[in-house]
């Protein structure tokens, strides 16, 4: 299913991420870290790849279209257990 959001969102997400996240994210879905680097904005496609992310330019950093919200569903769970964790 698709999700649509700001960019500035999806940024605001990925530098919410505890360090490791990127690396915790890349392992479960047996991609390179790059590549979840890349659906959240980079460009590096040298050592990673393209995961459905559309990106138009607009207010707020622009609108993102995510065709597969799989990452960002496992980014959002990993802010979760950091937020309760915090909370004990």
Not at 45 to 57: A, D, M, Q, R, S
Request: proline fraction near 3%.
């Amino acid at each position: 299913m698709s999700k649509t959001i700001t960019f500035n969102e999806l940024r605001r997400i990925k530098d919410s991420l505890p360090d490791g996240a990127t690396h915790r994210i890349a392992d479960k879905l047996n991609t390179t870290v790059q590549t979840v680097r890349n659906y959240f904005g980079g460009s590096n496609y040298e050592f990673g790849k393209n995961l459905g992310v559309h990106i138009e330019p607009g207010p707020d950093g622009g609108i993102v279209v995510l065709d597969d919200t799989t990452i960002y569903d496992m980014a959002v769970e990993i802010l979760k257990e950091q937020e309760s964790a915090q909370e004990k």
